[in-house]
């Protein structure tokens, strides 16, 4: 019993970038103790007043953080302060929000010199850990080589921050595309086939692929197939031809796909009639490259748009009164 009462109580201590990369994370931690070290505190005054976006973030955290704690005295900052949510709650529930003065603990607590902020954040977790041996202490940081630090420090559990994730399973949502074992026209035999302009469409059994999503894409093993479900019924499944091939080629203002995946993206992306489209993947895998530089080639070309049509109007209008002037109607 004692064991199991342990893991009900939890102590989470933030580190600065958590609270950077959503100001307002204390409060996801609401039946819980949640710990600001006097090191991240000092670490949002150095970049509150920096001229970048980050500089927003840490307004934020800061004039949260200060609404949370205005009224409550020295002794009970240390002690807890209730979070807001959990103020009509009973007392023995409720979370806390506590500052701690890290700079008090000494550096051989966790084994790490004291010279750096990230070594005096899991140095107070560390002491944490010592000081209630009862609790869970948990360092949430997302910091990759922190938590490495800190668990080589000796503390017990480090986490990422992954609260804000829309999906609360990211392995149920669907990969996108769907792999066919083998030769994927030796599993149709026969099929209609549809000829639109340079697009080639082909209406295949449903049975064969019985699970398929609008605009999910299709491979098999021979290396060459590649196609995208563009309807379906009860009975057939309308899919369009593309080809590996076709997709390895595309570019997109000098964007090109370096594998088959980036290349279902490109080919998402570029469809207009697709309105939202959601790519997933481990680091270093392109999401981020290939949308930034899609959302910048949309903004840049859009704009020029504009200006090229607004010119064309007010050089038309120009035309027009000159025709009108030299005809005598003006």
């Not at 990422?160 to 149920?172: E, F, G, H, N, V």
């Not at 999401?287 to 748009?305: D, N, R």
Request: aromatic share 6%; hydrophobic share 40%; net charge neutral.
């Amino acid at each position: 019993m004692e064991k199991a009462s342990n893991l009900d109580s939890k102590m989470y201590v933030l580190d600065t970038n958590v609270l950077l990369h959503e100001p307002l994370a204390y409060l996801s931690f609401q039946e819980h103790d949640v710990v600001i070290p006097m090191t991240v505190l000092e670490e949002l005054d150095h970049i509150k007043d920096r001229k970048h976006d980050v500089s927003r973030d840490a307004r934020v955290a800061i004039r949260g953080l200060d609404e949370v704690l205005k009224d409550a005295t020295p002794e009970q900052m240390l002690k807890g302060v209730a979070l807001p949510s959990n103020k009509k709650a009973k007392a023995s529930s409720a979370g806390t929000l506590i500052i701690v003065n890290d700079h008090l603990f000494a550096d051989s607590i966790s084994g790490l010199p004291g010279n750096e902020n990230d070594h005096r954040i899991i140095n107070c977790a560390v002491h944490l850990q010592k000081q209630h041996p009862n609790s869970k202490v948990v360092l949430v940081t997302k910091d990759i080589n922190m938590r490495l630090k800190a668990k080589g420090a000796g503390l017990k559990f480090v986490e990422d921050y992954r609260t804000d994730q829309l999906i609360d399973d990211i392995a149920l949502l669907s990969s996108g595309y769907k792999k066919i074992a083998g030769d994927f026209w030796q599993h149709v035999g026969e099929c209609e086939t549809q000829q639109h302009g340079r697009d080639a469409f082909h209406k295949v059994a449903k049975s064969l692929i019985p699970d398929v999503f609008c605009n999910e894409y299709l491979l098999d093993d021979s290396g060459q197939f590649a196609a995208r479900v563009k309807s379906y019924d009860e009975q057939h499944i309308m899919l369009k031809d593309i080809g590996v091939e076709r997709l390895m080629h595309q570019s997109a203002w000098g964007v090109k796909p370096k594998n088959i995946y980036q290349g279902m993206a490109m080919d998402a992306l570029l469809d207009t009639g697709i309105e939202l489209v959601i790519l997933t993947g481990p680091a270093g895998c392109g999401k981020t490259g290939i949308t930034a530089s899609f959302f910048s080639i949309f903004v840049q070309t859009s704009s020029k748009a504009k200006r090229l049509l607004n010119n064309l109007s007010y050089r038309f209008n120009l035309n027009q009164t000159s025709a009108c002037l030299s005809s005598g109607v003006a």
